[in-house]
């Protein structure tokens, strides 16, 4: 069992739903986003940004038991969430300086932990891209950076939850073959660094282990897992942490992600929840651009709603309760 606060187990609670499950909205993104409202209409200024996130927010959070948003745009979002909804602030700049080997992490620079937590965050969300072969040089500065947040977390006295997304640097495409094949070892390797107590996490934010578009009975061309290879890496997944675990939906369908949820439970994966962005609102960023607020804002409250409500029943079936992990200290 892993030990923490009474503090940041209040908050923990606050974050999820009454059987301990996390059913969470992420809409943190920031220049994603910008260039899914372009794609769609014709610009993308920083008022339609925060204008879909607070419709995204208000329609939405009925149904969540959290929202993750950004301090740049997101913060009228949380004046207009629900109010039984809890709030996850992320702390990272987004995206990362390609012309620097690493993808190296950096941090809001007019934020703070302390800050967040002023402007209402029940938990504190960081995003780190880690490919754990890489050079050591790299990945120790990355360790660094992260036992620091935990430390500032830690202080502050606020749950630290760290999203990591893998990478390798010799397959620049991650949707391929070549990276599916190497994204167990990736992910397995990430989740037993990162559950080091060291770093003071207190949930992981995590891609399921596998692409899914290379299973058998889910790929639609090549294989590069039999069924039986998949369930086996969900489950040794939850084997390689203590920690309570939520995985993020990577940008895929809808549907995909809701069947892959299913998988996990039928593998004996404990995740703990989802943390929920693209997956659920996507579809409705053409109404919104295209057509304006008052449609976008319908396609929330129907097929937002819907996705929503489909993906909690499924959670509701499928996760583990972080609170068989945890206990107050």
Known sequence: MIKISQAKMDA????????????????????????????????????EIVEFKKVASEELTPYST????????GLPAVEVKNNNCGL???????GYDATVPGRMPDLLEDWSVSRLKAAGADAIKF?????????????????????????????????????IVTYDTEITDAKSAAFARVKPHKVFESMIEFSKPEYHIDVLKMEVPVNM???????ESEVVYSRKEALGYFK????LTELPFIFLSAGVSTE???????????????????????????????????????????????????????????VGRCATSWRTKVEVK
């Not at 996850?88 to 987004?94: M, N, P, R, V």
């Open 213 to 219: 578009q290379y299973v058998e009975g889910f790929a």
């Open 236 to 239: 040794k997944q939850s084997e």
């Open 88 to 94: 996850l602030l992320a702390y990272e700049k987004t």
């Open 127 to 163: 995003l780190l891209y880690y490919d754990p072969d890489e050079p050591q040089a790299i990945n120790h500065l990355k360790h660094v950076f992260v036992e620091r947040l935990g430390s500032e977390c830690l202080g502050e006295d606020i749950p630290f939850f760290v999203e």
């Open 12 to 47: 923990l609670n606050r974050l999820s739903n009454d059987q301990g499950l996390i059913e969470a909205l992420a809409i943190d993104q920031r220049g994603s986003l910008k260039k899914m409202i372009a794609d769609a209409s014709t610009t993308a200024t920083g008022e």
């Open 256 to 314: 995909l992600f809701q069947k892959t949820l299913e998988f996990a439970k039928e593998a004996g994966s404990t995740f703990s929840g989802v943390l929920c962005g693209r997956a659920t609102w996507r579809e409705g960023v053409k109404p919104f651009a295209a057509e304006g607020e008052e449609a976008g804002r319908q396609w929330f409250a129907t097929q937002g709603k819907q996705n929503i409500e489909t993906l909690d029943e499924i």
């Open 66 to 73: 959290a929202i993750l948003l950004d301090p740049e745009y």
